[in-house]
């Protein structure tokens, strides 16, 4: 079956895209407003696309229905320019899930969730402690094209649990960080069934 995309509803949109561009990293994204809160949203259409320097980037669209308007994430990296990028395993799912909620703009999700909050390195944006990694950003440019907002950020400083990696070979467990992936609709994804092809 056809689909002539530019004749679509975004949301119809979103329903065939999100399904079958799967799986995508989860970017457990903590930022800091202008009265202090600290704000925690999950966005999966994130990547690293590039290494010299690391660059990521995150798609924090409109809502679903695209009528609520701007999220607090872009909102708060618009107004401090910093972010973290919190990594998401199987253990922390459910918390991250519910921090996609909708909820008043001075309200924290932290709060909400009762996350427990570690200091960053070279930011005042603090990461979630108990994620197994976490990558401190610095915005380095957001680009509309249409409603879609792009933000590529810097990435200035990686955490990651000591069990976790092996810090003379660069080496990360995989196997044991039992990351988590977006797939469509509802459905998350485990990363525990790799294989390798020679």
Not at 28 to 35: F, G, L, S
Request: glycine share 6%.
């Amino acid at each position: 079956m056809n689909f002539n995309l530019a004749s679509l509803e975004p949301a119809n949109r979103y329903k065939l895209l999100n399904s079958i561009i799967i799986p995508r990293p989860i970017a457990w994204i903590t930022t800091v407003d202008e009265n202090g809160t600290v704000n925690a949203a999950p966005f999966s259409w994130f990547n690293l696309i590039g290494i010299d320097p690391p660059i990521v980037t995150v798609g924090p669209q409109y809502r679903y229905n695209f009528k609520e308007g701007v999220k607090d994430t872009p909102r708060n990296i618009r107004s401090g320019g910093t972010f973290v990028i919190n990594v998401v395993n199987e253990e922390l799912a459910e918390k991250m899930d519910r921090t996609s909620a909708s909820l008043p703009h001075d309200v924290s999700e932290v709060e909400e969730q009762n996350l427990k909050l570690a200091p960053s390195v070279t930011l005042s944006v603090p990461r979630i402690a108990d994620a197994p990694a976490a990558i401190e950003c610095r915005e380095h440019t957001t680009m509309f094209i249409g409603n879609t907002r792009i933000i590529i950020g810097g990435a200035l400083h990686l955490w990651i649990k000591d069990e976790l990696v092996d810090p003379c070979r660069f080496f990360v467990n995989m196997d044991a960080m039992r990351l988590i992936g977006r797939g469509g609709a509802r459905r998350y994804i485990r990363t525990g069934d790799f294989f390798e092809i020679a």
